[in-house]
């Protein structure tokens, strides 16, 4: 069996075989009709924990709020130190807080260096509840946050690898949002500052602005979890490719770096993916 899709396949099995762990995989390419078909599904319908890929959802259903009116995205807020949340992001690191900052600088940080604050501040503008709302209107059975006793906070909940292709897809065919909602969501997650350990890592910075890309992980009772979800685009601004993969049950605890096995095996899958694109529809 040969051709770019199974050259996919190939890669895919080997380093899912390296790396260990249970994956969780939905990869589909763009067909001769302009849209996707898959070539690869590894237990597609699982429902998993997102981690921090669940953060695209967060952001999807707070720009689906601003297209409804009465938010923007230069509606400001204010950025008090009882909202700040360590580990990944930026706000952590100011040590003084207060500032005023607009929907736009808070999903940017969210989506570009996966802010934790960021997700908060989402939860100030759009509840929990409306968001579970907004995601089952926009056709997710599986895809929700979990709420908490606080309205406005909750816990980044659960997705499966087709519906996160499935966000993806839409929203790089301008179809999931309105068209310059989508536009802005996409370039941050293209952004050359964003995250290059897993898919993008062995890559040109021209080859890397043409993925966008959401990088996941965290652990739970199986053990580590790495998870990578994004879209491959052409030389002329289509999309080409969409990935989702959600590996679990995996070792090396506290390794978040590009050595991790599974990280390390997102960076070889992700170069055979773009070395196997299929051509532009005509």
């Known amino acids: 069996m040969s051709g770019p899709a199974a050259r996919i396949r190939r890669v895919y099995r080997l380093q899912k075989a390296a790396a260990g762990g249970v994956w969780h995989t939905h990869i589909a390419a763009v067909g001769p009709d302009g849209g996707p078909r898959p070539i690869l ?33 230069g509606t400001r807020l204010d950025l008090p130190a009882g909202l700040i949340l360590g580990g990944s992001g930026s706000y952590h690191l100011h040590r003084v ?12 940080a969210m989506l570009l260096v996966s802010d934790n604050t960021a997700v908060r501040m989402c939860g100030r503008v759009v509840p929990a509840a ?18 908490v006793a606080d309205p406005s906070r909750f816990l980044l909940g659960t997705t499966t690898p087709r519906e996160t292709h499935d966000l993806l897809w839409r929203l790089a065919s301008r179809t999931l949002l309105a068209p310059d909602s989508c536009d802005f969501l996409l370039s941050i997650l293209r952004g ?9 890592r062995v890559m040109s910075s021209r080859e890397r602005g043409r993925i966008a890309t959401k990088h996941g992980a965290d652990f739970n009772r199986l053990g580590e979890s790495r998870h990578e ?52 529809p005509k």
Not at 44 to 64: E, F, N, P
């Open 130 to 147: 409306e968001m579970n709302e907004i995601l089952a209107a926009l056709g997710f059975a599986h895809t929700r946050v979990e709420p």
């Open 192 to 200: 050359h500052n964003g995250y290059h350990d897993g898919v993008r």
């Open 97 to 108: 807080w207060g500032d005023e900052i607009t929907v736009a600088n808070f999903l940017t």
């Open 41 to 73: 599904e590894d237990d597609a319908d699982h429902v998993t924990q997102g981690y921090s890929v669940q953060k695209l959802a967060v952001a999807v259903a707070v720009m689906h709020r601003i297209d409804r009116g009465g938010l923007t995205l």
């Open 229 to 280: 979800a994004g879209v491959m685009f052409g030389e002329n601004g289509g999309p080409l490719l969409t990935y989702a993969m959600f590996a679990e049950g995996l070792g090396e605890p506290d390794n978040y770096g590009a050595t991790h096995p599974a990280v390390r095996a997102h960076s070889r899958i992700g170069r055979a993916m773009l070395d196997n694109l299929p051509e532009t």
